[in-house]
């Protein structure tokens, strides 16, 4: 199970592990973004600081309606007590949980300020 909590924003914020290059975890918090599709996104200096191995450049298409050639690194997050592989956008703003990398899982949010985000196994 992974939990968070909805900002003043109120946009739904959850604790996600990642491990870095040395298989040490790093814990963050990502905006729920229903909108991307992708897995994950980080900003170039937590990238590096975790020495993610680089994958390649993909065309994305964003909310703006422009296609955009980002670079994509690799990465291992905890779900559901298991480490599974994903694929991290490198994005200098502020880290985004994608719908993919929900894939198979219940999302419940309460939406108010301080309410509770639950992402639940399906069973």
């Keep these: 199970m992974i939990r968070g909590r909805v900002n003043q924003r109120l946009e739904p914020l959850a ?17 729920v973004d229903t909108g991307f599709n992708g897995h994950l996104t980080l900003p170039a200096d937590v990238i590096n600081r975790l020495g993610l191995n ?12 422009f296609t955009h050639t980002v670079d994509v690194f690799t990465a ?8 599974r592989p994903v694929f991290v956008i490198r994005l200098d703003s502020p880290p985004l949980l994608g719908m993919r990398a929900l894939m198979g899982c219940k999302l419940s949010v309460n939406v108010y300020a301080g309410g509770r985000v639950v992402v639940d196994e399906t069973a």
């Design 15 to 31: 604790s996600v592990s990642i491990l870095d290059g040395r298989d040490i975890a790093h814990s963050f918090e990502f905006i």
């Design 54 to 65: 680089f994958s390649g450049q993909r065309a994305v298409a964003t909310a703006d309606g």
């Design 76 to 83: 291992r997050v905890l779900s559901h007590e298991h480490w």
